[in-house]
């Protein structure tokens, strides 16, 4: 029996559009459904984070989901959302980014399930690619009007002049069609009667629901249509973007460390919002979370559990825990013991930002004297009265342990056998790099 997917949907702030109908059918049986993914790189950042999740509640629901990468559509480009056109990518970029793709959604749902309703995995370059010019105008281009074409948000605003737009080209205008054509194909070999995505593609999804009525001449062809908002900040900034760039779901292009605190830096209003959008907690435990942050919004519990439940997600527990213990090491009790058990990386992310200098090894060999460490060595500060000052007034931590004029730095101050960290005071952090 199916749940009350939609429903679940809904309390979490995930519908936006919804063809009527739709709702019906989903409580009725199990239905096929299936998203998009444009390969315009060879991963996922976290505005795919929403659709992947949605066909992990559709699954979780008893419903069988289907993750289409977009092999042939990304030759041409969505122009939905976009003020002008984009830039082709070659074959063998698209071919990377195609398998980078589906690498990252092989993590969220198991193509290799034997279930009933098991996740299918598709390209749509696989349908498209021996589909001639001329058979795909016959056969497709004559279903739909150049009318109803127009008449879609993403073609007007194109055609309208707002925003320095100079028009459409034949390539982009054709994306409606073929995206539709995806939507009849998967109706026809996997009995899928539903498509989502954002609310941005409420016109491609149109079109499909509509082609596959138009193809299927003299038969009853249910096809059905829901979007879920595009994720916004409260404070109207883009969603997803660091200053970094973008967060993105593989560990090698966003750190774990970085990617956990994204999630932890979100404030009040967002990670009430998001707390419904990207965990899969129950009503019960988000509204007592709510509460509870109300009473006691200084210690932060829904940004920690949201950061939590996300990193481990795309992730792993294990990862969550390593990102968590290097958030806190910064104001641990045995920090010096504490910070050696992190890996460089994780080492150089906490301390991104901070400036660095660096001294050769043999600087150490026979101790280096805190004032050269402090201002000849390094400029760090800006002369050796002041170091000899900031010494004086106790100011001056090693690895976050007060020292003397006196103290000798040597290789036993070294973390990863690289790294020594100075602060002057509570706000100025600096890491001597040893080469």
């Not at 002008?84 to 071919?95: A, I, K, M, P, V």
């Not at 294990?318 to 910070?339: C, T, W, Y």
């Not at 080492?347 to 101790?367: K, R, S, W």
């Amino acid at each position: 029996m199916t749940n009350k997917f939609v429903e679940e949907l809904r309390w979490r702030g995930m519908v936006h559009d919804i063809m009527p109908g739709t709702e019906e059918q989903l409580n009725k049986e199990s239905t096929t459904a299936y998203i998009g993914f444009d390969p315009t790189s060879d991963s996922l950042h976290i505005g795919s984070l929403v659709p992947i999740i949605l066909l992990v509640h559709l699954k979780k629901a008893g419903h069988k989901p289907i993750a289409l990468v977009g092999g042939a559509t990304g030759m041409i480009g969505d122009p939905s959302g976009k003020s002008d056109e984009r830039n082709l990518l070659d074959e063998e970029t698209l071919n990377k980014n195609v398998q980078g793709i589906k690498n990252v959604l092989s993590r969220f749902l198991d193509f290799d399930s034997k279930e009933e309703n098991a996740p299918v995995l598709v390209n749509n370059y696989d349908w498209m690619k021996n589909f001639s010019f001329i058979d795909f105008a016959r056969d497709v281009g004559k279903r739909i009007t150049v009318n109803y074409m127009m008449a879609k948000d993403s073609v007007k605003k194109r055609f309208s002049g707002e925003e320095g737009n100079v028009g459409m080209s034949f390539t982009e205008f054709t994306y409606q069609l073929i995206q539709g054509y995806d939507f009849y194909h998967l109706h026809k070999h996997y009995n899928c009667l539903l498509q989502m995505g954002g609310s941005d593609q409420w016109g491609n999804i149109t079109t499909g629901t509509e082609l596959v009525r138009r193809m299927n001449v003299g038969k009853e062809a249910k096809a059905f249509a829901m979007t879920c908002p595009l994720i916004t900040k409260a404070d109207g900034s883009k969603f997803g973007k660091s200053e970094g760039g973008n967060i993105w779901l593989d560990a090698d292009k966003t750190s774990v460390y970085k990617f956990y605190q994204f999630w932890l830096n979100t404030s009040d209003e967002d990670a009430e919002k998001y707390i419904k959008i990207f965990t899969f907690l129950d009503k019960e435990t988000i509204e007592a979370l709510v509460a509870e942050h109300k009473q006691m919004p200084h210690m932060r519990l829904l940004q920690k559990r949201l950061a939590e439940e996300v990193t481990t997600f795309v992730h792993s527990k294990a990862d969550f825990e390593n990102a968590e213990k290097a958030s806190n090491i910064l104001f641990s009790k045995s920090f010096k013991d504490d910070i050696k058990t992190l890996d460089e990386k994780t080492f150089l992310d906490v301390f991104e930002g901070v400036p660095q200098a660096e001294i050769p090894q043999t600087d150490l060999n026979e101790g280096l004297d805190m004032i050269a460490a402090l201002s000849a060595k390094t400029n760090f500060l800006a002369s050796n009265s002041e170091a000899r000052r900031a010494l004086k007034e106790n100011a001056v931590s090693v690895n976050k342990e007060k020292v003397t004029e006196d103290y000798q730095l040597t290789a036993n101050d070294l973390i990863n056998n690289k790294y020594i960290i100075l602060n002057k005071g509570k706000k100025n952090t600096y890491i001597i790099k040893v080469i």
